[in-house]
């Protein structure tokens, strides 16, 4: 991505909640040097470390890869937000709503991960190592 591209992304993802390079350094703890460097199209994503890049993300309310990936951009809900429409307020709450989906989908994945398998789960595996046990036993004969 040009360096002139990546300066649309962060300084229109800055003018979505009002901020200025001062108020996003001091929010996200990278230096205002560097944020400078990113806006004038000259810098890339490279200039910060991977911790930088995802307090950005954080403080700016971005997915992860926001910043990298085109598809990650075209389905954040701030920007499906339209212009004209797009009140600070608004913009922040659709942010807040953003962060609790993707907090909820992270939830949900850790609580399927670690579940304990229902009772047809449970005989479905049974059924499945039974019939594999049996095609085993035929072939060995």
């Not at 350094?25 to 199209?41: R, V």
């Not at 009772?119 to 049996?134: A, F, G, N, P």
Request: aromatic share 8%; charged share 30%; hydrophobic share 35%.
């Amino acid at each position: 991505m040009s360096g002139r591209k990546l300066a649309e992304i962060v300084v229109g993802r800055m003018e979505r909640f009002g901020l200025s390079v001062s108020e996003l350094a001091e929010k996200s703890f990278i230096s205002e040097y560097k944020i400078q460097h990113l806006i004038s199209g000259h810098g890339s994503i490279d200039i910060l470390e991977e911790i930088e890049v995802a307090w950005l993300e954080s403080t700016l309310s971005c997915r992860r890869g926001y910043f990298t990936n085109k598809k990650v951009r075209e389905s954040d809900f701030v920007n499906a937000i339209p212009q004209e429409c797009a009140s600070t307020e608004a913009v922040e709450a659709i942010a807040r709503l953003q962060r609790f989906t993707d907090n909820l989908s992270f939830i949900d994945k850790v609580y399927e991960e670690f579940r304990e398998p229902t009772q047809e789960e449970r005989k479905s595996v049974s059924d499945y190592i039974d019939s594999i046990s049996e095609c085993v036993n035929k072939e060995g004969r």
